[in-house]
């Protein structure tokens, strides 16, 4: 037997060498079932990758949904075209459990439970808690409901502000949470700081003057299908994408010009979002996620810096700093990822169709994302330790707001608010650029320390340049601007001219009604609020009244603007868009 021991051993070892070569296919042999089993199930796979270089990144990121990166490992989730699409590039990959089911998850037994703020609620406590908010205290209060998800769950905001039914000249601000289903620590949070908002508010000095001098938005929950995927009475098993599969911080018009990077139409969740956000002036924002512990500032899209990354800059360490010095033992490292718990977007890893890019380039605000957990869905338990490190950041992060250059722009002649265009020369650039708003001709403009030169600027008027505009952080400087018309004897003739859309918001018509002393030619372009035309006339006015009706039942959901432009004529105005 012995003599045959060579030959065996020549035999066994290209079998041995077969197995071997066999088992990376074998291994994603099994993983692709994993896959399969969770995409027939979820609608979404969840898996990391092992990347050679960072610019691998770029490549994935138009493909799949990066949730995180760790050194050369990423971690991503990919509904069925987008994981189809990962296949092609032939990687080595690992399916990972679903965050939201390896854990049991405490919820709710009542509202008066939640209010112990360690635990989940219900879909129906979330909806009798934002409602309760309003009912128990009206006069500083405001449930507004914005919208639907695509299963018909109520998109929800409150307004807190001291007189709450009015629009008052005060600076806007909001806090959105969970756009991604299963990362529903920011909802709390949130839910925790409006409760504290309001109770607190008349007693402690801090935050009186917050609700006193500002408008307060907060929507706690903006993608209730994620959340409550496996039904309205746990949030475990919930998904990061939205009853359509679709992730909706994928799913925004990008830097680059492209309005679907994601391939898919615009989300019901994210439409009401944009319409909602176009008509307000938000001078700051911040959406809340999981999954890091880190505040992530714009660029996303883009290696290059924002205008405004020295302010990103400081109010994002301030923002860290303040959490480091009040974390509870128990929560031991907390926020220090990348730089101590702060980076640029895109030196993290690249994203395109995010919200942040897409608030601060086309609707010319400031926003941040605030990565609030490690754990997608953290213990219940340690809910009010979250708290605990980040409810003072959170007050000081809206203060924010209230800093920077602001004032008045209006009309020489008339006394009539305008809607213009303030630049920060040679600084502003990307649409880095703020605008008056059309009610009142308010406007409001963070920038980091320093002494700047100002430009106002508007159609029909002559433009307004100002030297040497001091500005200190942690301090408000108010500048009120009166700009001159180009052509006086039309302003005079056109005193009692006037221009006015009805209704509005509106649905399949407008009616232009635009009164004027004098005939005129004029041309209407009707614009997004990315810029893009989607409708222009000629038409010529006569003498006294004149009603123009115009079919925008063909035109997305949104906030448009109407240019009015003519010889001596410019004028703009806004109109919701509805469904």
Request: glycine residues 6%; aromatic residues 12%.
């Amino acid at each position: 037997m012995f003599f045959h021991f060579r030959k065996i051993t020549v035999c066994i070892i290209p079998f041995i060498l077969l197995i071997l070569l066999s088992f990376p296919v074998f291994s994603q042999d099994r993983e692709m079932g994993k896959a399969t089993s969770q995409l027939t199930e979820r609608g979404e796979v969840y898996f990391r990758i092992t990347i050679h270089e960072k610019s691998d990144l770029n490549l994935l990121t138009r493909m799949i949904s990066i949730a995180d990166v760790r050194n050369d490992t990423v971690y991503a989730y990919a509904g069925q075209s987008g994981f189809n699409d990962f296949l092609q590039l032939r990687l080595n990959y690992q399916v990972l459990p679903p965050p939201s089911l390896m854990k049991h998850v405490k919820m709710s037994k009542t509202c008066k439970d939640l209010k112990n703020w360690d635990s989940y609620p219900t879909y129906e406590q979330y909806v009798s808690m934002m409602q309760s908010f309003a009912g128990s205290y009206p006069q500083i209060c405001q449930l507004v409901k914005i919208g639907e998800s695509v299963q018909h769950r109520d998109l929800l905001f409150v307004k807190i502000s001291d007189n709450v039914n009015q629009d008052e000249q005060e600076p806007e601000f909001l806090y959105t949470s969970t756009m991604h289903g299963n990362e529903p620590t920011g909802t709390i949070l949130t839910l925790h700081l409006i409760d504290y908002l309001l109770s607190n508010y008349g007693t402690d000095p801090e935050v009186t003057s917050l609700v006193d001098n500002i408008q307060i938005w907060i929507n706690p929950l903006s993608n209730p299908d994620g959340l409550y995927a496996a039904g309205n009475s746990t949030v475990e098993g919930s998904t990061r994408f939205n009853a359509n599969n679709v992730d909706l911080n994928r799913n925004f018009p990008d830097l680059l010009g492209d309005l679907h990077p994601d391939g898919f139409d615009w989300q019901p969740e994210n439409l009401a979002m944009m319409s909602f956000m176009s008509a307000h002036h938000f001078v700051l924002a911040a959406n809340l996620h999981t999954g890091s512990e880190v505040l992530n500032y714009p660029w996303d899209t883009w290696p290059q810096f924002h205008p405004d990354n020295d302010w990103y800059y400081y109010i994002c360490r301030q923002f860290a700093d303040t959490v480091h010095h009040y974390t509870p033992a128990s929560l031991a490292g907390y926020m220090t990822f990348l730089n101590n718990g702060i980076t640029d977007g895109y030196a993290w890893y690249q994203l395109i169709g995010g919200r942040q890019d897409y608030t601060n380039y086309y609707l010319h605000g400031r926003e941040v994302t605030i990565e609030l957990s490690n754990d997608y869905i953290p213990a219940p338990e340690s809910l009010p330790d979250y708290w605990e490190a980040d409810y003072r950041s959170m007050l000081n992060y809206i203060k924010q707001c209230t800093f920077g250059i602001r004032g008045i722009v209006s009309d020489s002649v008339t006394g009539a608010p305008i809607i213009a265009k303030i630049d920060i020369l040679n600084h502003d650039s990307v649409h880095s650029e703020v605008y008056s708003h059309n009610n009142d001709g308010s406007y409001y403009r963070p920038v980091y320390t320093g002494n700047d030169q100002m430009k106002f600027s508007a159609p029909g008027y002559i433009s307004k340049f100002i030297d040497n505009v001091q500005v200190i952080n942690e301090n408000i400087t108010n500048l009120d601007v009166q700009l001159v018309p180009e052509n006086y004897s039309f302003e005079e003739l056109s005193g009692q001219s006037g221009f006015s859309l009805w209704p509005d918001p509106a649905s399949g018509y407008t009616v232009m009604q635009v009164k004027l002393t004098v005939p005129a030619d004029v041309k209407i372009e009707i614009s997004s609020m990315i810029g893009q035309t989607v409708i222009t006339r000629d038409v010529h006015l006569n003498c006294g009244e004149n009603k123009i009706l115009i079919d925008i039942s063909g035109i997305t959901p949104g906030m448009y603007l109407y240019h009015f432009s003519g010889e001596n004529i410019h004028q703009t105005l806004k109109l919701i868009k509805l469904k």
